[in-house]
DNA sequence: CGTGTGTTCAAAGCTCGACT
DNA sequence: AGTCGAGCTTTGAACACACG
């Protein structure tokens, strides 16, 4: 949809809702000017975020749609977090671990899928790995990875390696990245409390584990020198 | 050399306040 | 309702440095 055309839709809809540019963005946290750029057809110079605020306020859903070569989005769109579990995949195979990837369940109504289920034989310990390629809802991913340790407890890792765990550990996978570093740093009540244990410690326990850890690794991504740093 | 951490810088996105 | 400039915050990238 263009510019013009949806500064016009979100004029007609504040209207009918009788409310002036103010209002409208005192109800979705932006300043009036944003509210009148995007009726000025100009709301491409606003992020996506501000726009979903914005038409949602008005009750309606503002959607972009992005077209490129048909099927060869979604392969871009995966493409740093398959690269990422990948370098991470091939850490935990070299260190001894039996990996296994996209492990999916669906038990009562929870279902999705594990982005990697490590097991180490001679501890029975199960390590389910969260690869986030941009840390965004930090409770969300928190919440998600317990679920996926409950039901690793429960049955997934019998089912995978053919022994019930004795200790289900968990692992939060970020990209070395200064901006993820920072959003680590910025939710460090949340995670310093949900997933203590980090770096040196965390490469410690994955070359001889004992017990349950729950930590949180940044990995490089090594395919991406130029563009992301080494470290 | 690989990794972890901190700092700096420029650009982008946005708000605020004055003004028309 | 709309314009404009100042200023703040966030981000990505590039470095520097320490450590094993």
Redesign the pocket.
């Known amino acids: 949809m263009d510019d013009i055309r949806q500064g016009r839709i979100c004029r007609a809809l504040r209207l009918r809702a009788r409310l002036?540019?103010?209002q409208l963005?005192r109800a979705c946290?932006?300043?009036?000017?944003?509210v009148?750029?995007v009726?000025?057809g100009h709301g491409s110079?606003?992020?996506g975020?501000?726009m979903r605020r914005l038409f949602a306020a008005l009750d309606a859903r503002w959607e972009p749609t992005v077209s490129w070569r048909g099927g060869e989005l979604d392969r871009l769109l995966d493409e740093r977090h398959a690269r990422l579990g990948g370098t991470f995949a091939d850490?935990l195979r070299r260190r001894g671990w039996r990996v296994d990837v996209e492990v999916t369940y669906a038990k009562y109504a929870e279902r999705g899928s594990i982005d990697i289920l490590a097991w180490w034989p001679a501890g029975r310990i199960a390590l389910v790995v969260e690869i986030k390629s941009e840390l965004v809802s930090v409770e969300a991913t928190i919440r998600k990875l317990d679920e996926k340790v409950r039901l690793s407890i429960e049955s997934i890792a019998e089912t995978r390696f053919g022994e019930r765990p004795r200790s289900v550990a968990r692992l939060l996978v970020l990209p070395?990245?200064?901006?993820d570093?920072?959003?680590v740093?910025r939710a460090h009540a949340i995670l310093g409390a949900a997933l203590p244990v980090?770096?040196?410690a965390?490469?410690a326990w994955l070359r001889s584990p004992a017990g349950a850890i729950r930590g949180l690794?940044?990995?490089?991504d090594?395919n991406r020198r130029?563009?992301?740093?080494?470290?």
């Open positions: 002036t540019q103010k963005g946290g932006i300043s009036q000017q944003a009148s750029l009726e000025r110079r606003l992020s975020l501000t850490l070395a990245s200064t901006t570093r920072r959003r740093a980090r770096s040196d965390v490469r690794l940044f990995v490089a090594t130029g563009l992301w740093r080494g470290g």
